[in-house]
């Protein structure tokens, strides 16, 4: 059974990063894409990017080119987000998702980023 | 880029059908996948490659995808089916994946 555990909240000054895990379980993590997708308040889904594990390259999102890493640890199955010169508008739910084909057939539960001074 | 078009919200009464749009340019040469998400809660696949419910989904869900125009239906709705629904698809040009803006369901 697959599950996709993620980090607590965190709250964050402007300008600082914040880097929040996803602990994966199930086989073949080093296989699948692993994705992190991002909701603002009372907003839709953004993606942000991908990786998959035994490639070891992340693509990205033009909007978050500069400023994310996706990176994955294969010895604790664990992708990690970070994102960087944090603003107000970065406050969202930043979520974790594994993509099996063309869907993100399982998501973690959310994280809550809020960005505040 | 690739966009995708959903309505804000769309009302449904119970025990009636629920249909959701999800416009874009050719969007029937594509793959659609729909989400459902409640309050507090992360998203759930319902419908992926256009129209296979996902494992769990009631048979009350169903996806089609034509043109320029994917919908998700929702028959006999029920109170529990009030939630968010988003609509997805991967753009090829880009390599690159596409929510729709999200639609509120309510059930009246």
């Known amino acids: 059974q697959v599950q996709l555990v993620q980090s607590g909240p965190e709250v964050k000054m402007p300008g600082s990063s914040v880097k929040v895990s996803c602990k994966t379980s199930g086989d073949n993590f080093n296989t699948y894409t692993m994705s992190w997708v991002r909701q603002a308040p009372g907003q839709g889904l953004e993606w942000m990017g991908n990786i998959i594990p035994m490639l070891e390259t992340p693509d990205y999102a033009q909007k978050f080119q500069d400023r994310v890493t996706i990176t994955a640890d294969e010895s604790t199955t664990t992708v990690y987000m970070e994102l960087s010169s944090l603003r107000f508008d970065d406050t969202a739910v930043y979520y974790c998702?594994?993509?099996?084909?063309?869907?993100?057939?399982?998501w973690g539960q959310g994280t809550l980023v809020s960005v505040s001074s | 880029s690739y966009e995708l078009t959903q309505p804000p919200s769309v009302s449904v009464a119970p025990g009636k059908t629920a249909s959701i749009t999800c416009g874009g340019n050719n969007i029937g040469s594509r793959r659609v996948q729909w989400y459902q998400q409640k309050p507090g809660q992360a998203p759930v696949s319902v419908v992926y490659d256009n129209s296979d419910r996902s494992s769990g989904i009631p048979e009350r869900f169903s996806g089609s995808n034509s043109g320029n125009t994917a919908t998700l239906t929702i028959t006999r709705v029920e109170a529990g089916d009030e939630a968010d629904y988003h609509c997805q698809v991967w753009d090829s040009s880009s390599d690159h994946w596409v929510f729709g803006g999200g639609t509120r369901l309510t059930v009246l």
């Open positions: 998702a594994r993509i099996i084909g063309q869907s993100f057939d399982h």
